[in-house]
């Protein structure tokens, strides 16, 4: 009979050997011990790049833990991933002086833009967008996040340039 994993599909992390000894690795290291499963799902964020639905089922599995709660925690943080994440990511600041600032305006554009939802990443592997909370540049609000770039007072029509330039950087 398969496993719950092999049934999955676009398990690539677990699929992949490499990615697999290093997911071992990091559950093997912290195996019994207890509240160690943000350790464990920070480990593979930054190791694997992001933590795939299969993934957060095996880690379930091998922490003993419901995959229930797994999720969540997945879910609940920003700084987790289930799908990789592009060469370049956008943040849009949805703390209470950027939503107030407009900041939904610049998500709107950017949507109509790149024809994605923040939590996606461009077919081309280029951007991903994502939402996260204040970054303490609340006095420029709308913020947005540019890779390391934190770029105030945005407008939804300076959207277009801001890619123009991530496209630029590529040449
Ligand atoms: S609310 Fe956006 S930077 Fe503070």
Request: charged share 25%.
């Amino acid at each position: 009979m398969l496993s719950t994993i092999e049934k999955i599909p676009g398990a690539e992390p677990l699929e992949n050997p490499e990615q697999r000894t290093l997911i071992d690795q990091i559950l093997e290291e912290n195996k019994g011990i207890p509240g160690s499963t943000m350790v464990v799902l920070n480990s593979l964020q930054e190791a694997i790049g992001y933590i795939s639905p299969a993934m957060q089922v095996y880690v379930a599995r091998k922490l003993d833990e419901p995959i229930s709660r797994i999720h969540g925690v997945v879910s609940f943080y920003s700084f987790f991933t289930t799908t990789p994440r592009g060469k370049h990511t956008i943040k849009f600041c949805i703390g209470t002086a950027c939503y107030v600032g407009g900041i939904g305006q610049i998500i709107e554009k950017a949507k109509q833009v790149l024809g994605i939802e923040p939590g996606e990443t461009t077919e081309d592997g280029l951007i991903t967008l994502e939402l996260c909370r204040c970054v303490g540049a609340c006095s420029q609000a709308p913020v947005i996040v540019v890779d390391d770039e934190v770029m105030g007072r945005t407008k939804p029509n300076r959207f277009p340039k801001v890619i123009q330039d991530i496209k630029a950087q590529e040449e």
